[in-house]
Nanobody, 127 residues
């Protein structure tokens, strides 16, 4: 069983930056595929970015390409999401998700792929 805790959210002005962290405990995530999803008020949770267990492959939603960067430190059991050039439409609760799998592909971009998720961290971008 893996427990995930997101942190780093907050209120930021448009154009600003935030770095989210997802700290895992319970088991090593070195063999886990990881992803970030977000859910805006009144909307479904949607894919943001995914990363292979090794960090060798990443995939981004078109809406965040070129602005967001995912990385991971398996030694620290932590995944990061660097968010730059933030826009008001990035406002959402951001969730970290995990699956014990060496697979990476289009399924990694769907929430159904993942088995674990955290409680989320709120990101609010003001205009």
């Amino acid at each position: 069983q893996v427990q995930l805790v997101e942190s780093g959210g907050g209120l930021v002005q448009a154009g600003g930056s935030l770095r989210l962290s997802c700290a895992a405990s319970g088991r090593s995530i070195s063999s886990y595929a990881m992803g970030w999803f977000r859910q805006a008020p009144g909307k479904e949770r949607v894919f943001v970015v995914a990363i292979r267990w090794s960090g060798g492959n990443t995939g981004y939603a078109d809406s965040v390409k070129g602005r967001f960067t995912i990385s991971r430190d398996n030694a620290k059991s932590t995944v990061y999401l660097q968010m730059n050039s933030l826009k008001p439409e990035d406002t959402a609760v951001y969730y970290c998700e995990a699956k014990d799998s060496l697979y990476y592909g289009s399924s990694s971009w769907t929430e159904a792929f993942y088995d674990y998720w955290g409680q989320g961290t709120q990101v609010t971008v003001s205009s």
